[in-house]
């Protein structure tokens, strides 16, 4: 059997019906919208090219490299397709993926599929777009900017992506919002450096050898730019959210109850969180996903102010 | 090839479930799976009977049993995150941990649930696959109104799935084979993580140049042979009416299991 060992396909049955229609909602109408773009911008040759970088993708997620004692690096490919195809072809290139992966494979369920291409193919596309198209901004078109855009843009949308799908576990009433989001986002910082690294080596091949591939984009148009805007709304969002929601998680409790989440059964799930049945974690909850976030800042501004030297220095 | 076997989840057959329209398989599919979750989780009456259809299609579609099983496994994994709940819903309390995490009765029975939906769904999903084509599936998504962009791309993307397998294959063989590796300590094949990290990345990226010219080469075929943008498949004959009848019956019953459910113990 063919399995991607990725411990973000959320199968049926840990999502409560209402979570997994909404994301439904939200993934049909964003996806349809990605329809519409792909099918008045794109001639007809995109097809072709869509349906065979989607087969890439697939197979590329078997590519994988050894870390230590048995685990391996791994490719999810969102950042990748993104950066290769533009935002709008990406987020479709990763629907079909992510929905064969689904029927096909079973690997995801198909009533949380709405959840997996919601956090895959959308939160993982936009957020790979914002920060490469951010890298890329303030430090110009050289190729190494290419290769560290590719790691940050790798690394941030499977981070963002785990913190989405932990949120969702956590209002489905799956698993307690102080660990399935510390949890969540622990594994795939670390999955994360793995893609980043990947799809940073796999881009700095593509630079040396077929460079026209990733020249800039054209002039950024309304659309693009609100897709912009909504990577960083959804990765700061995200951000935001998932510290509060696994510090509080009797917030989420209080949210989920207004908004009809957790039935009566459900309710007394969170009554003995805040007594501290697992003392400490709590914060210690709060401290992993600060760091985390205080990574994504540091890397951030790392590569900012190296790309503000080098402008600087190639100025003068 | 063995590989093809491998990665194609159909099982060639002439069951009853196999020579069903793809449309009422999905249907009910769908039907069924939406049941599972909208089933509270201690309704053990209608978790009894959701087990005994899921069996009773497996057998009629004469699944073997080990392939059922295996696939069913494919998420377990994720069962993890369903523990917590063992110990953070409150009621009858079973025992306690010697560190203080008390186990309980409702807790159980809601962990269980999770991972046993999760089961159900997965092996009906299985079964679904397992007797349809995935052309003809696919067709069947398209008559109950997938965009016909998404159904052509992944109509192409299925095509092409076991080509580029193949090709992934291959760069891990050439890489296997140019690691030579000793037995003797200290000696250890390849350099550091990055370094790892940066040839797998180079076959990433040789991956999806193959992959990008493969798309122009196929592009350029399918003008020759006529291709206007449009993707043109086979139309699916109307639903009958004995077919109509039995998508509705199904799902019709499959809404009372549900309702019961919600209503004796929701």
Known sequence: MFATPMPMHIPDGFLSVI?????????????????????????????????????????????????????????????????????????????????????????????????????????????????????????????????????????LSIFIASLACGLQLALSGTSPANIAIPAMAGIHALIGIGEGLITAGALAFVTSARSDLLTPEETPTPASRSLWVGGLALAVLLAVISPIASAHPDGLEWVAEQQGFLGRAQAPLYDLMPDY???????????????????????????????????????? | MSLSQNLDPYLPGSSLVHRLDPRVKVGWALGFILTVALTPPDAWPVGILLVAITAAVAILAEMPAGIVLRRAAMATPFALSALPLLFTVSG????????????????????VSVVMKSWLSVIMAGVLTATTRMPVLLGALRALGVPRLLVATVNLMWRYLFVLVAEARRLMHARSARSASSPRPGLHAGGSIAWRAKVTGGMAGSLFLRALARADRTYAAMVARGYDGDIRTLRLTPLTLHERISIILGLAGLGTVAGLGLLLWG
Not at chain 1, 40 to 47: A, H, N, P
Not at chain 1, 57 to 85: D, E, P, R
Not at chain 1, 91 to 103: D, K, N, R, S, W
Not at chain 1, 138 to 152: M, Y
Request: charge should be positive.
């Open chain 1, 19 to 155: 979570v997994s229609l909404v994301l439904w909602g939200i993934s049909v109408i964003v996806i349809g919208f990605a329809l519409k773009r792909v099918n008045t911008d794109l001639e007809e040759r995109q097809i072709p090219l869509m349906g065979i970088l989607a087969a890439a993708v697939f197979a590329g997620q078997m590519l994988n490299f050894s870390v230590t004692g048995g685990t391996s690096g791994h490719l999810l490919g969102a950042a990748i397709a993104t950066i290769l195809l533009g935002p709008w072809p990406a987020m479709l290139v990763m629907t079909c993926v992510v929905g064969v992966q689904a029927i096909v494979f079973q690997d995801g369920g198909l009533l949380a599929l709405g959840a997996n291409l919601f956090n895959m193919a959308i939160v993982g596309v936009t957020v790979a777009y914002f920060v490469q198209r951010l890298i890329q901004k303030l430090a110009g078109n050289r190729p190494w900017v290419t290769v560290v855009s590719g790691f940050a843009s790798g690394w």
């Open chain 1, 277 to 316: 049945l697992l003392p400490g974690i709590s914060n210690e909850a709060l401290a992993t996903v600060l760091a985390g976030i205080a990574g994504v800042g540091l890397v951030l501004i790392a590569t900012i102010g190296v790309a503000m030297g080098r402008r600087r220095s190639s100025a003068t």
């Open chain 2, 92 to 111: 009858h309390e079973l025992w306690t941990l010697p560190w203080g995490w008390t186990l309980t009765y409702e807790g159980a029975v809601r962990c």
